[in-house]
């Protein structure tokens, strides 16, 4: 229940979105009580629904230049979370993936993307791991 | 550690913000290895970044009409997960709220909140928890 098992799980995914493979996110996901939250997207619940988005997703192919960057693993007994960067081409993105470890791995149970201003409003800028 | 138990810290969390209440803010965050993104924004990391960010965003007031909707909670030993809508009169968030259990007490450790678009781009349409 390594930091370092956790992010590899992490980059697993990021190489299915990369090479577009269905097959390979199914496998990362656990078999239950999943929930995903694309960019702009509402909630989705459920094995069935969260992988009927990957579909939808993947099925054009994948995004070749996709790149998790600075990923920041928090392990805490049998869940973790790793938050992390996302780029594609010029849009950057943040994202927060959670897990959790069971049957001798990590399971992904929840992935949050969100898009990035590319100004942000705050007094003092923050500088963050994703610079 | 019940779920009750994290829904209540998660619905304190919404009722410092409701009321622009910084010293309840900095008093649900735990003492180390703190994240957050607000929506837009780049992550922000450790103690001072997070709550540099809530006395900015508080000292104007709190966001008296904030509700947090159909919270949605996930735990596994000593961390969890709420996952839930977040509405500000006519905007439409959603947000990943991490938690971790000790001394006694649930403590926040992450808050990543974004924007729900208003036209989802999805064959079948989600029907999450947030309708």
Chains 1, 2 share one sequence.
Do not use: K
Request: proline share 4%.
């Amino acid at each position: 229940m390594s930091v370092e098992a956790v992010l590899a799980a992490n980059e697993s995914f990021y190489e299915a979105f990369r090479r577009g493979d269905l097959e390979a996110m199914d496998e990362l996901w656990a078999s239950d009580d999943v929930t995903c939250i694309h960019p702009g997207w509402d909630l989705l619940v459920g094995r069935q629904q969260v992988m009927a988005s990957w579909s939808a997703i993947l099925g054009n192919g994948g995004a070749e230049d996709m790149r998790c960057t600075n990923p920041l693993a928090s392990v805490h007994g049998n869940m973790a979370t790793v938050i992390c960067g996302e780029r594609i081409g010029e849009a950057q993105m943040i994202a927060t993936n959670t897990f959790v470890f069971y049957a001798d791995r990590w399971w992904m149970t929840h992935h949050h993307a969100g898009q990035v201003a590319q100004s942000v409003q705050f007094e003092s800028p923050p500088h963050g791991p994703l610079n």
